[in-house]
C-alpha cells in the first residue's frame, strides 16, 4: 500500500470518526435521560462543589442545601431532555448565592463542513445591546443599521413577552448572597445570552417593537456574508485597483514607514484604551465635565482589556499636571476582571500603603493547575499534565494552612505602595447592579476607606468578597450538561458586619426609560449638581 493511499485512508477513517462522534453527542444531549441517570448528575453536581467551592455554604446552610438538592431527585420521577433537566437543576444550585458559579446546557455540534458553512454567515442580531428597566427590555448600543432602534422597546420575542422570560431566568441565575439588584440588570445585559441557553440554536427570531408611537415587526435571520461568486468578483476588481494603484501611485520608502508607524501607533492606543472590537468602544475614557478641567470622568467598563497601566499613568499625570479636584469613577456595567488592574488603580487613589485583598481561601493546593487542565482543549491539557510537578511545587509554595484553613496567596495581598502622583481630591463613584467582581472589591474598598461618595445603585459583588478567580469545569456524565465552579474566595480586607449584600450608596439614584429616552444620565446629573452646590 502506497503512502499516498494511506494518507487518504487515515483521512477518510479521521472523518468518520469525527461525524459519528458529532452524531452521538447529539443525540446524547438530545434524548430523554432516565430518571437514575438524572440522579447520577445531580449527586455528581453536589459532590463537585463540596469538594472545590471554598464557601459552599455561606450564605444557604448545609441542611438546607442538603434538603434542596434531596428534593430536586425526588421530584425527578420521569426521563427529561438536558435543557429542561438544566432548568431545574440551575434552580437549585443558585442557592450557593455565589455569581460566578453558573451551569451551562449542552450544545448541539457540528461537522466541519457544517462550521465552515456557519463562518460564511453573519446574524445581525449581535448587533443588539439589550437593558432592563422599569420592567422594559431595551434595546442600548445598537451597531450598524440597527442603531435607528436604539432605545426601542422590546414587545415580545416570537411569541413571548420579555417580562415572562425574564422572571423566569431569575429563578436560574445566582447573585452573591441575597443581594437583588444583579437579577434585573444581569438579565437585560445578558438578556441574548440567557435566551440561547433557554432555546439552544436558532436561525432567526422576531422581536415585535414599539419605537415613539409606532409598533412594528422586526426579523432578524442568520445570512450569507457574500456568495463565492460575488467575492471572487470583488476580488478580481480589487486585484485590478490595486495593480492600477501600483502603476499610478508607488508609496515612497518615507510612506510606507510612515503608514508603519502610523499602524504601530493605533495598536499601542488600542491597547491602552482597551478597544472592545465587538461593540466598538474603549474599556477606559477620560473625559473632563462641567466648564473646565476641575472635574474628570473616568469611566471603565471591565478590568480585563488592554494596557492598563499605561492609561492610569497617564490619566493620574494628566490630573496632577491640571490640578484637577474632583474624579468620578463611572463603575456602572462593569462586570469586573483582573484584580491585578484594580490594584494598580486603587494605588493611585490612596497616600498609604495598603493590600488589595485578604489572603483567599482555597480547598485545593493546586487551584491554578485544577483550572488549567479542566479549561483547556484535550492537546494542551496534555502539556499542562506534563509539566504539572513544576507548577504543583510553584503552587504548594504560595498555601499556608491557619487554623484549619488553607490560604492561597494572590499577588493583591501583598502590600503595596502608593503612587507619588495618587489623586487627593474628591471621588465620587457611579455603581449599579452590574458593578460586579473585581469592580466591587474595588468599590469595597473604596467605601471602606471612606474614600468616595457613592451614587446609584447597591452593587451587585458583595461588600466582603466572592469565590471567583480561577474555575474547575466539569462536564456530567449523563447530560453533558457543563458546570463552572470558583476555586478561591476572594475578599477585601476591610470588611463589613452585615454580610451578603453589596456595597449600597450613599444617594441612590435609579435610572428610568423616559431618563434613556431622553438622554439623561441621572446619576451622573446629582453629582455634577452637588459640585456647583458645594463650590
Request: proline residues 3%; aromatic residues 10%.
Amino acid at each position: 500500500m502506497s503512502k499516498i493511499t494511506l494518507l487518504f485512508l487515515c483521512t477518510i477513517l479521521l472523518l468518520l470518526t469525527s461525524c459519528a462522534s458529532v452524531e452521538k453527542h447529539n443525540m446524547q444531549v438530545t434524548k430523554l435521560h432516565s430518571v437514575e441517570d438524572l440522579h447520577e448528575d445531580i449527586d455528581k453536581v453536589y459532590d463537585q462543589l463540596q469538594r472545590h467551592h471554598p464557601h459552599l455554604y455561606q450564605f444557604t446552610s448545609k441542611d438546607v442545601l442538603d434538603f434542596k438538592f434531596d428534593s430536586l431527585k425526588s421530584a425527578i420521577d420521569e426521563p427529561m431532555d438536558s435543557r429542561t433537566f438544566y432548568k431545574q437543576l440551575a434552580a437549585v444550585t443558585k442557592y450557593v448565592g455565589q455569581g460566578h458559579m453558573s451551569l451551562s446546557p449542552p450544545s448541539i455540534k457540528f461537522t466541519k463542513k457544517e462550521r465552515q458553512a456557519l463562518n460564511k454567515t453573519k446574524f445581525d442580531i449581535n448587533n443588539l445591546n439589550f437593558e432592563y428597566l422599569d420592567e422594559k427590555l431595551i434595546i442600548v448600543n445598537a451597531r450598524g443599521n440597527d442603531s435607528v432602534y436604539n432605545n426601542a422597546e422590546v414587545l415580545k420575542i416570537e411569541d413571548e413577552t420579555p417580562q415572562d422570560l425574564i422572571n423566569n431566568y431569575k429563578k436560574i441565575i445566582a447573585s452573591d448572597g441575597y443581594n437583588t439588584t444583579f437579577y434585573n440588570r444581569y438579565t437585560g445585559t445578558r438578556f441574548m445570552s440567557l435566551y440561547s441557553k433557554d432555546k439552544g440554536r436558532f436561525d432567526s427570531l422576531t422581536f415585535t417593537l414599539r419605537n415613539m408611537d409606532s409598533t412594528f415587526v422586526k426579523m432578524y435571520k442568520r445570512v450569507l456574508i457574500k456568495d463565492t461568486t460575488t467575492l471572487k468578483q470583488d476580488a478580481i476588481k480589487s486585484d485590478s485597483l490595486t495593480n492600477i494603484n501600483k502603476r499610478t501611485s508607488r508609496l515612497t520608502k518615507a510612506e510606507r514607514k510612515a503608514k508603519k508607524l502610523e499602524s504601530k501607533a493605533k495598536r499601542k492606543n488600542n491597547q491602552k484604551y482597551g478597544y472592545d472590537y465587538v461593540k466598538d468602544e474603549y474599556a477606559r475614557n477620560l473625559d473632563f465635565v462641567g466648564k473646565d478641567s476641575a472635574s474628570a470622568l473616568l469611566k471603565i467598563r471591565g478590568f480585563s482589556y488592554g494596557n492598563y497601566e499605561d492609561f492610569y499613568d497617564e490619566t493620574f499625570k494628566t490630573l496632577d499636571s491640571l490640578k484637577t479636584e474632583t474624579l468620578i469613577i463611572d463603575l456602572r456595567n462593569n462586570f469586573g476582571g483582573s484584580l491585578d488592574q484594580i490594584t494598580y488603580l486603587y494605588s493611585y487613589l490612596t497616600d498609604e500603603n495598603f493590600n488589595m485583598i485578604n489572603p483567599s481561601e482555597v480547598n485545593s493546593r493546586t487551584p491554578f493547575l485544577k483550572s488549567m487542565i479542566s479549561n483547556s482543549p484535550n492537546m494542551i491539557k496534555g502539556a499542562f499534565v506534563l509539566v504539572s510537578p513544576i507548577i504543583a511545587t510553584l503552587e504548594v509554595l504560595k498555601t499556608e494552612k491557619k487554623e484549619g484553613v488553607l490560604y492561597y496567596k494572590l499577588k493583591s495581598s501583598k502590600e503595596k505602595e502608593a503612587k507619588p502622583l495618587n489623586f487627593k481630591g474628591k471621588i465620587y463613584v457611579l455603581i449599579n447592579g452590574n458593578s460586579f467582581s473585581a469592580s466591587a472589591v474595588l468599590s469595597a474598598k473604596l467605601h471602606g476607606k471612606k474614600r468616595a461618595i457613592f451614587v446609584g445603585e447597591e452593587t451587585g459583588g458583595a461588600y466582603n468578597g466572592t469565590v471567583a478567580g480561577m474555575y474547575k469545569y466539569y462536564n456530567l456524565p449523563n447530560t453533558k450538561m457543563q458546570i463552572r465552579i470558583p476555586l478561591v474566595y476572594i475578599g477585601p480586607n476591610n470588611q463589613t458586619e452585615i454580610d451578603g449584600y453589596g456595597v449600597k450608596p450613599d444617594v441612590e439614584i435609579l435610572p428610568t426609560y423616559e431618563d434613556r429616552l431622553h438622554n439623561v444620565d441621572p446619576e451622573l446629573e446629582w453629582v455634577l449638581k452637588d459640585l456647583e452646590q458645594n463650590k
